[in-house]
């Protein structure tokens, strides 16, 4: 156990230098720094100036080692269009994805555990058909064009919910719910899938054979089979809505990383830009680092390993 | 009177400790296939089971066996649904139980063991906990504590040490034949009347399932329970049952006790069964083969299912049109066939023709080879790392200084149960591995320098038959494409060859059109060998090339290997763990265990006179007709031990019967004891 | 039995036919007009009718265009930008995945651990990035997309690889004397080509998806070319007086993304049980 999760904090470690790779050469691709930086009507001596403050004229290998060395210090170089540090705007704005990522993520799995097991223990098969074709239906909606819809009924017609902003639990729902059940038929289909996987197995005719009934074999036995499979999709997933904050964050208003990285890119704010991808990307890699920790204390077959 | 019809007379009449732990009568079992057609797979079936008997339920596969035992337990699967037919439990009648009411059954007063112990114990539940659910659901008084002292009890009464520290470990931590035990113990939780095992051994290597047969046993001795032993073995029935009944096709063809039944079968099948049964006792030149393959329950033929196969049958109108009933003969046997009188000359007929061809006849010449070594294996050792717990890496020495000497024309038998180094033996010859030492000489050159080109050229002469039947043939492929691979790679491609390895191997040219979904694992294996002979090979491996198949099946196959061999002068390597198919077939034999030769010399004095303990051991847990019980001092104790951390001197020594303080300190090294060509690794060998 | 088609696939082939009427049809119409503006008609609703007695189907937007037209040519956009990263992901993918499953060590290490660095920056994150430096255009788009589209092929088909190539038919192939380029062309990619087809009909939804949220961010395809994700953007401030602008191009994308998932179901469902049979 103690051997898996070196492994795995090796290799997270490995991918949050890859990370910073990636964002080293986006940001030589954007075009020279000190240009950037600059008024367009600096002088080449002013720019060369600028440049050896920078350490642009190294050769490439230091640079990258200076901007890794900078990057693990949450130095990412001042916002271009606020003085301030790149790093401060972008932490600031943490919490509130957190939040929203979070309790989507919670939405998600509850819906797709609770309908899971009823998809299971229903008799009609209609009800079966109803949840996997929501489900379906769902999935095959964009974000940004069902957080309009809810926004349409909820808010516009109903006038229930709030559209836009944060602060009162009144102004996650509709968030959380726009990005939550977006991967429920992702979520729906594993488990069922895993679940009816653990059915074939010769353990659930044991079970029957020793006098358990249907509901008891599905919770003791199936159950925590079928729950592992869904934790590692779902751990990766989060990642997904890490990512689906940015446009739910942009349909409603949501004061999010996301949506200052989708603002900094109209106004070309780079440091801004690759200090978000760079925040959001680590807080995936440590979630996976968890999922996968938490994985293994569930499952005996790694544990002991 | 049809055997059903005597023992419905029977049973309401007599008295309560008469009636039969089970009885079953005239059940029929449906399937309903994806397309909405109804097949009957299981046909009219009536048995009945007794107090404190073993009845073998015998077939190959998809005879309907082990429907028949998930029905008793009302345990189908979906889309499998009695059709007609009664299933009386002590008298009560069960196939109009609802799910829910079975539950109180089910557990208590039948259990069963199924095959695979890798599957069935829930891998993420202690085992203790397992057991004391079987306990808890059918006790709902008793107390915690209560339930764990008997589920100690019962670990131990199944043989497995520490059972208290064990009972809170997961099932990855228990050996296969432990896991089996666990699996024996909960069955018998409930002390239940009737047991059913179905195929309880088969996942097992051979010295472990006569450890677990044993088990099984005794506690059904101790509880006084019936069992049904459901098996394609007919050396284990032969072994454990009282009484069998023949299943073919869906229907059960014969019943007898099982004595008689193998002394004198009534029906042809039973009898062709017998007779193609590779014996440890005696050596055939060619095995009986039942002819031709089970039929698809969708197209059974009409008449008698077994007609087309049938020695005895001769194309009488009577077998083609009609299907003969169960009919009792004698006291405790039935047969379904028209002409079961016939049976017993048929046997007489082929028991003299053998005994002929052994007398008279002393084994036709082969093609002998002209003596020159073809394949040559010197020292050959391959170790793999294995990751261990957190960063420590471990070694696993999986071939340790094998080395063999094959004549042309010859065959050399490789024999050793899972863990031996067989398996690696074989990839590391054909070189799909790379051995970690060693190097293996083809027809007089180094095979291991080799590169590229060179060696895709030179490999050629050693091809090689695998287990599965039915991934080793690309199924995208029609058969011709499959057996016109090799040519097409050697660019030597012409149709007229792949016909004709077609027919070396007993396809028409006509197969070749069709795709490997479509035909059964027998033919796929001879498709496979005829792929394996396409570019003349000098060696052909054979790695348990006929293990995955169904008795009739695997003579079929090996009387075609010995054919080949005498037609086109090939020379084998057999590698099994079959002792028996391997005495049928191999001029030499090497016996290994983790990873080391340690018996190596000719069939003859391997079987006569065995010298390495282990060897013995096998041999005596072989279960064969007629031989109860076997030299029990014999058998290897224990479980396999961890080859990550083999025991220090001699390998064996944790399981060996003879061992002694020496065993520990040295490791015997394999040598000629007596100043025969008789190999082995052993202090004490005998020679 | 073969010519027949399951509810799955029938409503799968129906909806794509309503999106190929679309993006097909309409364009040869002669009321297809996607750039003319008439400020006069603007924002009429769905059936609207103009002083000049000019009829909208489905009404107009803000600078009185057609908006059947508009989405018709929003539509042509979207699928050659999603049949294109298609394309080069598929490429892409299969040629990784094969040749890290086929000749594992550290090549596979390499490979796989450019997909493990890849999955661990959210996609929508990463197009953002790369979009925001190169700057948008369709072309970029349709490569940056396929580009980044790649993991879940090489995932795939390096898995099946993994196991391909222990399985008996190619051992005896390598046996044989064939060569690593013989197995890939004759074992590997025949019996992998399927399973990546149906990966494929799941990834267009997917990417539509994508290129629809770039564009609904003002990242995507740039005006005057009209695209879905875009449109939605415009008709969201719009919301409570005219839905329909937001409401059309969604209806649209649902269609399309929901047509390729239920075809790449209803192929699996058929593969599955060809695997059982
Ligand atoms: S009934 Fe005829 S075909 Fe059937 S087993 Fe008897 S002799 Fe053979
Ligand atoms: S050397 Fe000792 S332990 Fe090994 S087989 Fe011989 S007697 Fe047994």
């Known amino acids: 156990m103690a051997g898996f999760v070196i492994k795995r904090l090796l290799q ?280 996968d920790v938490l994985y293994g204390v569930l499952d005996p077959r790694v544990r002991l390993a | 009177m049809t055997d059903a019809a005597i023992a419905a ?198 010295t472990i399932q006569a450890q677990v047969m044993e088990v099984l046993a005794e506690v059904r001795a101790r509880t006084g329970a019936a069992m049904v032993l459901i098996t394609h073995d007919l050396g284990l029935v032969s072994e454990y049952a009282d009484r069998l009944a023949v299943m073919y096709s869906g229907r059960i063809v014969e019943q007898a006790p099982s004595a008689e039944l193998f002394a004198s079968p009534r029906h042809p099948y039973t009898a062709g069964l017998i007779a193609s049964l590779p014996q440890l006792e005696r050596k055939v030149e060619t095995l009986y083969s039942i002819p031709g393959f089970v039929p698809d329950p969708r197209k059974r033929p009409t008449g008698c299912a077994f007609a087309p196969r049938c020695a005895i049958a001769n194309g009488r109108p009577l077998c083609l049109s009609q299907s003969p009933d169960l009919e009792s003969i004698g006291a405790n046997r039935a047969v379904a066939c028209h002409y079961s009188a016939e049976t017993a000359a048929w046997s007489t007929a082929y028991q003299a023709k053998l005994e002929n061809v052994a007398t008279e006849t002393p084994l036709p010449v082969r093609k002998q080879g002209d003596g020159t070594t073809v394949l040559r294996a010197s020292n050959l050792s391959k170790v793999f790392t294995v990751r261990g717990k957190g960063l420590q890496r471990s070694k696993l020495y999986a071939l340790r200084n094998v080395s063999f000497d094959l004549k042309a024309g010859k065959t050399l038998g490789i024999v050793g149960e899972s863990g031996s180094g067989k398996s690696t033996l074989a990839r590391v010859l054909l070189r799909l591995a790379e051995a970690g030492g060693g190097e293996v000489y083809l027809n007089g050159s180094p095979l291991f320098s080799l590169r590229g080109r060179e060696l895709r050229q030179r490999r050629r002469d050693l091809q090689v038959v695998f287990q599965d039947p039915y991934s080793s043939l690309d199924p995208r492929m029609k058969i011709h494409d499959v057996i016109a691979e090799p040519l097409r790679i050697a660019g030597s491609y012409s149709a007229e060859r792949v016909n004709q390895l077609l027919e070396h191997v007993g396809l028409t040219a006509a197969a070749g059109q069709r795709r490997s979904p479509e035909f059964s694992g027998g033919q796929r294996q001879r498709i496979a060998i005829a792929r394996s002979l396409a570019l003349n090979p000098d060696v052909l491996i054979l790695d348990e090339a006929v293990s995955a198949l169904d008795v009739s099946i695997q003579a079929q196959i090996i009387n075609l290997l010995k054919k080949l061999q005498q037609d086109l002068g090939l020379t084998y390597v057999f590698i099994s763990h079959d002792l028996s198919v391997v005495r049928h077939i191999c001029d030499e034999i090497a016996v290994m265990y983790l990873g080391r030769v340690i018996e190596y010399a000719s069939t003859e004095a391997v079987f006569s006179t065995p010298a390495h303990p282990y060897t013995r051991g096998l041999l005596a847990a072989i279960p064969r007709i007629g031989m109860w019980p076997h030299g029990k001092g014999l058998l290897a104790r224990g479980d396999l031990p961890n080859p990550m951390k083999p025991p220090s001197g001699c390998a064996f020594r944790t399981r060996c019967p003879m061992a002694t303080a020496l065993c520990a300190e040295n490791e015997p090294v394999l040598s000629d004891h007596a100043e025969t060509s008789h190999l082995s690794a052993c202090h004490f060998a005998l020679a | 039995m073969k010519a027949r088609f399951s509810p799955l696939q029938t409503i799968a082939i129906l909806l794509l036919a309503v999106m190929a009427v679309l993006v097909i049809v309409v364009p040869l119409l002669p009321i297809y007009d996607p750039y003319g503006q008439n400020l006069s008609d603007s924002l009429l609703p769905i059936g609207g009718r103009s002083f000049n007695g000019h009829f909208y189907l489905l009404g107009t937007d803000t600078l009185g265009r057609d908006m059947l037209s508009r989405l018709a040519l929003a539509g042509q956009v979207s699928t050659l930008i999603g049949l294109s990263a298609v394309a080069v992901s598929l490429v892409i993918g299969v040629t990784l995945g094969l040749i890290a499953g086929y000749f594992r060590g550290p090549i596979e290490a390499i490979i796989m651990g450019l997909a493990d660095l890849q999955l661990s920056i959210p996609r929508v994150l990463l197009l953002i990035a790369v979009t925001a430096i190169v700057g948008p255009s369709v072309a970029g788009l349709a490569i940056i997309l396929g580009v980044t589209s790649w993991v879940s092929y090489g995932r795939v088909a390096r898995g099946m690889t993994l196991s391909l190539r222990e399985r008996e038919f190619i051992l005896s192939a390598r046996v044989q004397g064939a060569s690593a380029v013989w197995n890939i062309r004759q074992h590997l990619l025949p019996n992998v080509l399927p399973q990546m087809l149906i990966v494929a009909s799941y990834e267009f939804g997917m990417i539509i998806v994508l290129e629809a949220s770039l564009s609904y961010l003002g990242l995507g395809v740039q005006p005057p070319l009209p695209s879905w994700g875009m449109m939605v953007a415009e008709g969201q401030n719009y919301l409570a007086l005219a839905p329909h602008l937001a409401i059309m191009p969604s209806i649209a994308l649902f269609i399309l993304v929901i047509g390729f998932q239920f075809l790449s179901q209803a192929f699996t469902k058929e593969n599955d049980l060809e695997m059982v049979a």
Request: glycine content about 8%.
């Open chain 2, 9 to 206: 007379e029977a049973t309401p009449t007599t008295a309560l400790d008469r009636v039969p732990v089970l009885s079953v009568h005239n059940l029929c079992i449906e399937v309903k296939t994806p397309d909405g057609e109804r097949v009957e797979l299981v046909r009219d079936v009536s048995f009945d089971v007794n107090e404190h008997e073993v009845l073998g339920l015998v077939g190959e596969s998809g005879s309907g066996k082990s429907l028949t035992m998930l029905a008793v337990l009302g345990l189908l699967g979906s889309g499998l649904r009695i059709v007609s037919g009664s299933i009386r439990l002590r008298g009560q009648e069960i196939t109009n139980l609802s799910f829910h009411e079975m539950q109180k059954i089910r557990g208590k007063a039948v259990s069963i063991i199924f095959q695979d112990p890798l599957t069935t114990l829930n891998p993420v539940l202690r085992v203790g906990k397992q057991v004391a659910e079987a306990i808890r659901l059918h006790n709902p008084d008793k107390g915690e504590a209560e339930i764990k002292a008997r589920v100690i009890e019962l670990l131990s009464l199944v043989g497995i040490p520490n059972p208290e520290r064990r009972y809170s470990q997961f099932p990855n931590e228990f050996s296969g034949g432990m896991r089996q035990r666990v699996v024996i113990a909960m069955a018998m939780a409930n002390e239940p009347d009737l047991l059913i095992a179905d195929e309880p051994t088969t996942a097992l290597d051979v």
């Open chain 1, 12 to 291: 997270a470690v490995l991918t949050v230098i890859g990370v910073i790779t990636a964002a080293f050469f986006l940001t030589r691709l954007a075009g020279d720094p000190a240009a950037l930086l600059l008024p367009p009507e600096a002088t080449l001596e002013e720019t060369q100036r600028l440049r050896a403050a920078l350490g642009l004229d190294q050769p490439l290998f230091v640079q990258y080692l200076l901007f890794m060395g900078n990057a693990l210090k949450g130095d990412f170089g001042m916002s271009l269009r606020e003085s301030v540090p790149a790093m401060s705007l972008v932490l600031d704005r943490v919490p509130a994805t957190l939040e929203l990522a979070l309790s989507s993520f919670a939405v998600g799995v509850g819906l797709a555990f609770i309908l899971g097991i009823l998809m299971r223990m229903t008799r009609h098969n209609w009800v079966r058909d109803l949840i996997t074709w929501i489900a379906l239906a769902r999935q095959a909606i964009p974000v940004f064009s069902f957080g309009l819809v809810l926004i349409l009924i909820f808010s516009i017609w109903l006038k229930w919910l709030p559209s836009y902003g944060r602060g009162t639990p009144a102004h996650l729902v509709l968030p959380a719910l726009t990005l939550g059940t977006y991967e429920l038929a992702l979520y729906l289909r594993l488990f069922n899938s895993s679940l009816a996987a653990e059915q074939r197995n010769d353990y659930v005719r044991t079970a029957f054979a020793k006098g358990q009934g249907r509901i008891q074999v599905l919770l003791q036995h199936m159950l925590p089979n079928a729950l592992l499979p869904l934790v590692t999709v779902a751990g990766i997933n989060l990642g997904m809505l890490l990512g689906g904050t940015v446009v739910t964050e942009t349909v409603f208003s949501w004061p999010g990383a996301g949506r200052l990285i989708v603002q900094s890119v109209s106004q070309r704010d780079y440091p801004v830009i690759v200090a978000g991808v760079f925040v959001i990307s680590v807080m995936f890699v440590i979630i996976n680092l968890i999922v």
